[in-house]
């Protein structure tokens, strides 16, 4: 057994449970805060979108599938959508206009008020996903910015900003990809287990 290959797993294990719970030990409230506002944008017929690159790119697609298909409790597919996936309209945004496009044009097509679009980049300075971040404001669509560390430019285009206590990129997207598995475990929670719990934040007719 190779000592200094069985050190890199414990050390990188040991550092993603100490950033894993001081996550959940500080930002836990947020996260439900941010499932229910994904399932009062369900409940009113809206999406939810994500976008980001690399890693979080398939992140994207990965929770965009939690939605669509099923997360854990049996019920109705549910409106989500990868801006990461349709590799057409990437490369023909980014070859017609900019890389800093692809995320921002399919948006403008695609995203209506009250949809939310969920940011993902671990440095928090990915210029695509800025430039749908700012889109989506200017469109009263709700934004989600998750990140690592402060958030970078994410901080000032973010309505939710969601950080992760660490530098380390495979320990950030661990992390992103758990606290998304929550999200969708709670929409399911407040869309058809507790729906008393959600009442109060749907919009009142009348």
Known sequence: MSE???KKVMDHAAAG???RKAFFDTKAELVVEIARAMAVCLASGGK??????????ADCQHLAAEFTNRFKLERPPLPGLALTTDT?????????????EVFSKQLQAL??????LVGLSTSGTSANVIRAMR???RNNIVTVGMAGQSGGEM????????????????VVQEIHISAGHMMCHLVDHFLFEAV???TPFLPQEG
């Open 88 to 100: 057409s309209a990437l490369t023909a945004i980014a070859n017609d206009y900019s890389f800093d």
């Open 4 to 6: 200094a290959a069985l």
């Open 48 to 57: 939810v979108m994500f976008c980001g690159n690399g890693g979080s790119a």
């Open 111 to 116: 995203g209506r008020p009250g949809d939310i």
């Open 17 to 19: 449970l100490t950033a």
């Open 135 to 137: 889109e989506a404001k």
């Open 196 to 198: 008393a719990e959600l």
């Open 155 to 170: 901080a000032a285009v973010a309505d939710f900003l969601v950080t992760v206590p660490s530098a380390d990129t495979p």
